[in-house]
């Protein structure tokens, strides 16, 4: 089933970018007047295609791109009266424009999608946590703030900012801390109020983020800094059982409501998860109910190797979410026209920034290449998110556009950006690159894309590998 997801979410996910940036070439093109002889979405054999007025459109075998082909009498010869509408007789800077904007509607889609967002709404966790965790940054930032009499006293907190931006959910702050962190800021500034009583005083303490590693994405950055967040209580009811898992196997449903685990009794969700987690290849007497009846089984837990060599248990099953969470931990922001495109423009700005400061880091060897993804991993993501709902589904899409804009901005030949970077030289000198070094400069660019491919499909086979 989740390959059927990711198979359809990839699709889905592929198709709509893939005909937005070719989309985007064909249309200015068309402003110019020049004469485009296929839209192509994928590459290879034709699937499918249609012929309307001058252009033949197809979907083709091979889902990973695509392509404009223009009237161009490098590839072959133009009759007499079409001359004017070839490709290679425009100005530079109509070809530099029709080539720009691939890349550009992207970055103008992922804008469009964060804002469609906004005024469909976002639900989201707010930010409350516990007092710190001992010996973390987050207790040592409210020592040095001198808040260690007054935390003793408070139950939970709610943060507002980081680093002065206004934040409502915990995704928002694991996101301003990496930002910080691809900016090599060495902390961040908190500011919160205390959530328990209401209080309209604000706290500011300054959180060191020397402790985390840019390049271990896996490591739960939150809890590594000393955050406690405070969440609603779970019931221990099964939701979704992962195929194959140890809930399966031993006969778990969804509903069945969990009492005891190796004879401890389970209060809440968080108690069934720490039992679980301390209690790897171990079989254990499961105690539930389904329908009003008692039964018991017996679970061999699974176990997994985290990254920092821990060995943790896992059941293979996730909560049943209720009905209605507590309102006091859950808001939802939604915006008018106005305000919505005003959030998508800050959403895309910001991510285009930290974009663009990791492709620095990785190209300085600061980051590591494994945070390439191939298209194994984006359609794991896209299935992921197509089930999960409108919204995630929508923030990929809005996020993988922002990425094929930039990724085709670089200059490198094979690439929008290597078209843009010889009609730039074109501008400057007057005269077109030689084809000899064109020619030379695109086979380079192929053996760059093709190691990238090899990369990236190399990293999602390990991401597979290790689970």
């Known amino acids: 089933m989740s390959f059927f997801w990711a198979l359809i979410g990839f699709a889905i996910l592929i198709g709509v970018l893939v005909t937005i940036h070719e989309w985007g070439h064909f249309a200015v093109a068309r402003l110019f007047n020049v004469k485009v002889l296929q839209f192509s979405v994928g590459f290879g ?39 004017h509408r070839s490709f290679n007789q425009q100005s530079v800077y109509k070809r530099f424009a029709i080539v720009l904007a691939g890349p550009m509607i992207n970055l103008l889609f992922a804008w469009w999608l964060f804002a469609i967002i906004g005024m469909i709404g976002i639900q989201s966790t707010k930010p409350i946590f516990q007092p710190p965790q001992p010996n973390t940054p987050l207790s040592q930032a409210f020592s040095e703030a001198g808040m260690d009499v007054v935390l003793s006293n408070q139950q939970a907190w709610w943060l507002h900012k980081v680093n002065d931006q206004p934040i409502s959910s915990w995704q928002q702050v694991q996101q301003m801390i990496l930002q910080s962190l691809v900016h ?21 303490v300054n959180l060191p983020l020397a402790t985390l590693d840019i390049n271990d994405l896996s490591t739960p950055w939150l809890s590594r800094l000393g955050f406690v967040p405070q969440a609603p209580r779970l019931e221990p009811i099964i939701g979704q059982l992962s195929s194959g ?36 290849d171990l079989t254990l007497e499961l105690v539930y109910e389904r329908d009003n009846a008692r039964f018991s089984t017996d679970v061999k837990l699974e176990s997994v190797s985290l990254e920092n060599g821990d060995v943790i248990g ?25 305000d919505a495109a005003y959030y998508g423009w800050q959403q895309t700005v910001r991510l285009f920034n930290m974009t663009i400061a990791m492709f620095k880091k990785m190209l300085t060897g600061q980051v590591g290449l494994q945070h ?84 990236a499909l190399s990293n999602d086979v390990i991401r597979i590998t290790n689970g």
């Open 45 to 83: 054999k034709p699937l499918y295609r249609f012929q309307r007025g001058e252009t033949e459109y197809r979907l083709a075998m091979i889902p990973l791109g695509g392509y404009v082909k223009f009237l161009d009498e490098r590839v072959e010869p133009v009759a007499e009266y079409e001359k």
């Open 184 to 204: 090599d800021q060495m902390h961040v500034e908190l500011e919160f109020t205390d959530w328990t009583e209401a209080s309209e005083r604000f706290y500011n």
């Open 245 to 280: 898992s140890a809930a399966e196997i031993a006969g778990l449903r969804s509903g069945d409501r969990v009492v005891e685990l190796g004879g401890i009794q389970i209060e809440d969700w968080a108690d069934l998860v720490q039992q679980v987690r301390q209690q790897p």
């Open 314 to 338: 896992r059941l293979g099953a996730s909560v049943l979410p209720p009905d209605q969470f507590d309102s006091r931990y859950l808001m939802t922001e939604r915006y008018g026209l106005v």
């Open 372 to 455: 390439l993804s191939g298209p194994i991993s984006i359609a794991d993501f896209s299935g992921k998110a197509l089930q999960t709902g409108l919204i995630s589904f929508l923030s990929l899409m809005a996020l993988l556009s922002l990425s094929l804009g930039i990724l085709n901005l670089l200059p490198i030949p094979m690439l929008d950006g290597g078209h843009l970077m010889f009609y730039f030289y074109e501008m400057l000198r007057g005269k077109p690159v030689s084809e000899r070094v064109e020619e030379v400069a695109y086979r380079i660019g192929l053996v760059m894309i093709a190691g990238l491919t090899v990369l």
